[in-house]
């Protein structure tokens, strides 16, 4: 099953994206899953229909014009419980009636709810092929919130670029339908909306002035903060060195560093991530840290994201009392609040979060849930890139489509007084440039010394 990904369009070239994850508390456990009925079952606002039987759930694509074959999950374990062939697991429970019921996915914050449908959609055995234009349009006409924020009247665009894509498919030229999709999203600058040919052709894009968190940059960045911000000290690291510790020289602050939310082990699973930040984590806030540290610098300011539950998972070592993250909205479903809950061996000092344009994704959600932290924290730096919501990876239809795709988000993350950062990002508090070209020709790192002097002074 081609699952909902939190996948960085712009930054899916360069790094590999992995499967959303999300929870908190003893994210390895799942309870298991009751008996769930055989039949149809429409996923609401994720334009999905699942076919469930006993031993296996298949998928289908669909939109109101549209229906496309999708993969297939296989049980495991208990009744309820499919894993995919990409290793997400899928938990499908009972609803508060029989035409109910949710979709669980191993590390996604809250639930899908579905409805139980009488029969496939009738587009899902028709012999009649739609344009793969009409159900690129289609797709995000349906699901992207963010025209009218981006300035981008949709419709207009289907009228600018119709005849030029039916001219491309009906010649059989994908290169030039590929430049039409390519031409029609471009505008958004969204970081998670993605046209990938699957042949090496590949669009994506960041916020203009940002700078995509390719591993040449974290690499370049690790070495200046060692060289300079810590004085020729090394990290000690974790989690594949997506995760790095140390405390800072000559000072009683504690200095760590996340690359990513995701790609912690070679399993690429959501318990195996998940367990492996638990031992970082462990092995960095050990009692006597917990005691002595006076604050926490927490670098994210390369950071390309991942999954969103591993950034609530670090949120729990981060505080001593339970709190609102965000508030998870789709279309037309009510948001759906999540919460940190204190984990064993927090950390509940002070703490100063690093930031930039280079700060994507799951780096920004945990962002979002340190807004509310009870403790004194701060963010400093740049604005982060903007892009919060999973990716919808969708399929096109069509001969010699078979390995093209998509990416369209459909969810947007309320804080508590229901505000969104799409497209602006989270603002820093406190406003300091980030790893410029005059920042390394001067040495100078301003954030990191800013997050020393607000330790030290509050300001």
Same mark, same amino acid.
């Given at each position: 099953?081609?699952?909902?990904?939190?996948?960085?369009?712009?930054?899916?070239?360069?790094?590999?994206?992995?499967?959303?994850?999300?929870?908190?508390?003893?994210?390895?456990?799942?309870?298991?899953?009751?008996?769930?009925?055989?039949?149809?079952?429409?996923?609401?606002?994720?334009?999905?229909?699942?076919?469930?039987?006993?031993?296996?759930?298949?998928?289908?694509?669909?939109?109101?014009?549209?229906?496309?074959?999708?993969?297939?999950?296989?049980?495991?374990?208990?009744?309820?419980?499919?894993?995919?062939?990409?290793?997400?697991?899928?938990?499908?429970?009972?609803?508060?009636?029989?035409?109910?019921?949710?979709?669980?996915?191993?590390?996604?914050?809250?639930?899908?709810?579905?409805?139980?449908?009488?029969?496939?959609?009738?587009?899902?055995?028709?012999?009649?092929?739609?344009?793969?234009?009409?159900?690129?349009?289609?797709?995000?006409?349906?699901?992207?919130?963010?025209?009218?924020?981006?300035?981008?009247?949709?419709?207009?665009?289907?009228?600018?670029?119709?005849?030029?894509?039916?001219?491309?498919?009906?010649?059989?030229?994908?290169?030039?339908?590929?430049?039409?999709?390519?031409?029609?999203?471009?505008? %958004?600058?969204?970081?998670?909306?993605? /046209?990938?040919?699957?042949? +090496?052709?590949?669009? @994506?894009? *960041?916020?203009?002035? $940002?700078?995509?968190?390719?591993?040449?940059?974290?690499?370049?960045?690790?070495?200046?903060?060692?060289?300079?911000?810590?004085?020729?000290?090394?990290?000690?690291?974790?989690?594949?060195?997506?995760?790095?510790?140390?405390?800072?020289?000559?000072?009683?602050?504690?200095?760590?560093?996340?690359?990513?939310?995701?790609?912690?082990?070679?399993?690429?699973?959501?318990?195996?991530?998940?367990?492996?930040?638990?031992?970082?984590?462990?092995?960095?806030?050990?009692?006597?840290?917990?005691?002595?540290?006076?604050?926490?610098?927490?670098?994210?300011?390369?950071?390309?994201?991942?999954?969103?539950?591993?950034?609530?998972?670090?949120?729990?070592?981060?505080?001593?009392?339970?709190?609102?993250?965000?508030?998870?909205?789709?279309?037309? %479903?009510?948001?759906?609040?999540?919460? /940190?809950?204190?984990?064993? +061996?927090?950390?509940? @000092?002070? *703490?100063?979060?690093? $930031?930039?344009?280079?700060?994507?994704?799951?780096?920004?959600?945990?962002?979002?849930?340190?807004?509310?932290?009870?403790?004194?924290?701060?963010?400093?730096?740049?604005?982060?890139?903007?892009?919060?919501?999973?990716?919808?990876?969708?399929?096109?239809?069509?001969?010699?489509?078979?390995?093209?795709?998509?990416?369209?988000?459909?969810?947007?993350?309320?804080?508590?007084?229901?505000?969104?950062?799409?497209?602006?990002?989270?603002?820093?508090?406190?406003?300091?440039?980030?790893?410029?070209?005059?920042?390394?020709?001067?040495?100078?790192?301003?954030?990191?010394?800013?997050?020393?002097?607000?330790?030290?002074?509050?300001?």
């Amino acid at each position: 099953m081609t699952m909902q990904r939190k996948r960085t369009a712009a930054i899916a070239a360069a790094l590999v994206a992995v499967g959303t994850i999300t929870g908190c508390g003893n994210f390895a456990d799942t309870p298991p899953a009751a008996d769930f009925p055989s039949g149809f079952w429409q996923v609401n606002d994720y334009g999905s229909v699942l076919s469930v039987h006993a031993d296996a759930l298949e998928t289908y694509q669909l939109t109101a014009l549209s229906c496309l074959k999708d993969d297939t999950a296989v049980r495991s374990g208990s009744q309820g419980r499919y894993v995919t062939e990409g290793k997400d697991v899928l938990t499908l429970r009972p609803g508060g009636s029989p035409d109910q019921a949710t979709l669980h996915i191993d590390g996604s914050p809250g639930d899908r709810t579905l409805r139980r449908i009488s029969a496939l959609p009738l587009s899902c055995t028709s012999s009649v092929v739609p344009a793969a234009f009409d159900v690129f349009w289609q797709t995000f006409l349906e699901h992207y919130p963010f025209f009218a924020a981006k300035g981008v009247d949709w419709q207009q665009v289907r009228d600018t670029f119709r005849e030029r894509a039916a001219r491309a498919e009906q010649r059989g030229d994908d290169d030039a339908l590929f430049t039409v999709l390519r031409d029609m999203v471009a505008p %958004l600058h969204d970081a998670h909306v993605v /046209v990938s040919a699957g042949d +090496g052709r590949f669009f @994506g894009t *960041v916020r203009p002035g $940002t700078t995509v968190p390719s591993p040449q940059l974290d690499q370049q960045v690790k070495e200046y903060v060692q060289r300079r911000d810590l004085q020729q000290h090394s990290l000690t690291e974790y989690a594949n060195g997506r995760i790095g510790y140390a405390d800072v020289p000559g000072q009683n602050y504690g200095y760590l560093r996340l690359s990513a939310f995701s790609g912690y082990t070679a399993e690429r699973t959501f318990a195996a991530d998940s367990a492996e930040l638990d031992r970082a984590l462990d092995a960095i806030f050990t009692e006597d840290r917990r005691i002595r540290l006076q604050g926490l610098i927490l670098d994210l300011r390369i950071n390309g994201g991942g999954s969103d539950s591993l950034g609530l998972q670090l949120a729990a070592r981060l505080t001593d009392r339970p709190y609102f993250a965000y508030a998870k909205k789709t279309r037309t %479903l009510e948001p759906q609040p999540q919460r /940190v809950e204190p984990a064993h +061996g927090a950390y509940a @000092g002070p *703490v100063a979060i690093l $930031t930039s344009g280079s700060t994507v994704s799951a780096g920004e959600t945990f962002t979002q849930a340190m807004l509310e932290r009870p403790s004194r924290t701060t963010r400093i730096g740049q604005p982060t890139q903007g892009v919060f919501s999973d990716v919808m990876q969708r399929k096109l239809p069509g001969a010699g489509h078979e390995d093209w795709w998509f990416g369209v988000p459909n969810e947007e993350f309320l804080t508590s007084d229901e505000r969104t950062f799409d497209g602006s990002g989270i603002p820093p508090e406190l406003t300091e440039p980030v790893f410029t070209d005059e920042e390394f020709a001067l040495h100078r790192d301003s954030a990191f010394d800013r997050a020393v002097s607000w330790l030290t002074s509050g300001s």
